[in-house]
T-cell receptor, first 113, second 113 residues
């Protein structure tokens, strides 16, 4: 149980375009989901907390207008990277909260050319 | 979350026990010790957690010192598939666990054949 999926698993986009990443809790409902980012050879960094039906809470230094988060249902949160640039290339990982525990998705590798 | 300190890397022979240390000298009384691991290019995987008693599950054992200032994760019979980065995190449990996790640099455990 407590499976979290992400789609796509990897994506390549051109600089200036937008890309949407989906995070789904497959067998449970999650009021709260989290988005993390991981650059090569670095640890995971929390970007934002996504709450169903309300605005996301962003960590300091994360641009909310660039990283749009929508948590429209109890099983789906989306992260849209707008006007992507090469420096946004990273591994994006989501997690979903269930009974106080976080269950992680497999991650999405974004490459911006 | 309280800060943790882990060695950056460790080697262990296949079939032997892997003992991963973690220092968390500033842990608060209501904070648990959690261990996650991240296999290359995958999302983190929960391993085990504990408050003050030693814990064991099908994956590992967790030994917490009496003063709770340090702990050791034990993989009893390491296999090549256990090669990963292991993260030790201290955080409140359950009702207080609705915050994103703060990942340190972790320990890169390499299992040698």
């Amino acid at each position: 149980g407590a499976v979290v999926s992400q789609h796509p698993s990897w994506v390549i986009c051109k600089s200036g375009t937008s890309v949407k990443i989906e995070c789904r809790s497959l067998d449970f409902q999650a009021t709260t989901m989290f988005w993390y980012r991981q650059f090569p050879k670095q640890s995971l960094m929390l970007m934002a907390t996504s709450n169903e039906g309300s605005k996301a809470t962003y960590e300091q230094g994360v641009e909310k207008d660039k990283f749009l988060i929508n948590h429209a249902s109890l099983t789906l949160s989306t992260l849209t990277v707008t006007s992507a640039h090469p420096e946004d290339s990273s591994f994006y990982i989501c997690s979903a909260l269930l009974a106080g525990e976080q269950y992680f998705g497999p991650g999405t590798r974004l490459t911006v050319t | 979350d309280a800060k943790t300190t882990q060695p950056p890397s460790m080697d262990c022979a296949e079939g032997r026990a892997a003992n991963l240390p973690c220092n968390h000298s500033t842990i608060s009384g209501n904070e648990y010790v959690y261990w996650y691991r991240q296999i290359h290019s995958q999302g983190p995987q929960y391993i085990i957690h504990g408050l003050k008693n030693n814990e064991t599950n099908e994956m590992a054992s967790l030994i917490i010192t009496e003063d709770r200032k340090s702990s050791t994760l034990i993989l009893p019979h390491a296999t090549l598939r256990d090669t990963a980065v292991y993260y030790c995190i201290v955080r409140p449990h359950s009702g207080g666990g609705a915050d994103g996790l703060t990942f340190g640099k972790g320990t890169h455990l390499i299992i040698q054949p």
